[in-house]
């Protein structure tokens, strides 16, 4: 009982303070999938499946899985790795319209997970702000703070060699409390973001050319 009030209340007034597993290691319950390529072959190979007890995110096609549900001010933390190379991927936060940006990426702010770039944000028509932005968020001519396809949209994270070495496990925890997203990558805190757009959403993995596995997806209340 304390777990389903924890998911039915994350968004308004968390009743407990316990973590919550948002993956049960046998299926992909609570989660839906948004492949775009899948619009025209309803029988294309799977973006995400289990295997093994880990949630694996196959790289190919292109897309998202998506909770079900919105969150709000929570610490999410995730264990994950490239087990056979180096690559792309991430987690979104805050998700809310599918297909926003590119006629792929769910408006959302998402944390990247990009093997040596792991903590970087990257603004999907949503924007969140950090110290140091001129230095931290690379412009070219023209272009403005934001979300937009013409936007400079991408946060460099603060450190370097926070990553594990390729086929070992990464913990990265996210917390997102009212406005302030802050990010840490293997207990070094990478990000600390504030003034986001948006507070609540759905939370997405993505799929985005490379396998990864997911052992860990577990969530808790912060005040």
């Given at each position: ?5 924890l998911l ?65 001010n929570y ?149």
């Amino acid at each position: 009982m304390k777990f389903a009030c924890l998911l039915a209340a994350l968004t308004v007034s968390p009743c407990v303070a316990e973590p919550v597993s948002l993956f049960n290691g046998k299926d992909l319950a609570g989660w839906h999938a948004d492949v775009p390529d899948d619009d025209k072959d309803p029988k294309i190979q799977p973006s995400f499946i289990v295997r093994d007890g880990l949630l694996v995110s196959m790289g190919k096609p292109l897309g998202h899985l998506i909770s079900d549900k919105d969150y709000a001010n929570y610490r999410l933390t995730v264990e994950y790795r490239f087990a056979n190379k180096a690559g792309n991927c991430g987690v979104l936060v805050h998700a809310s319209r599918p297909r926003a940006l590119y006629q792929m990426f769910p408006q959302s702010i998402e944390v990247q997970m990009e093997s040596g770039n792991a903590g970087d944000f990257w603004c999907i028509q949503e924007n969140v702000e950090v110290p140091e932005m001129e230095k931290r968020r690379p412009k070219k001519d023209g272009q403005k703070f934001g979300g937009g396809p013409d936007d400079a949209r991408n946060i460099k994270n603060l450190t370097d060699n926070s990553e594990k070495p390729l086929g070992e496990w990464n913990t990265m925890i996210i917390e997102c409390k009212q406005d302030g997203i802050k990010v840490w990558v293997n207990g070094d805190l990478v990000n600390d973001g504030t003034k986001a757009t948006v507070n609540h959403g759905q939370i997405a993995l993505q799929a985005e050319g490379t396998e990864v596995e997911f052992r860990k997806i577990e969530m808790e209340p912060v005040r």
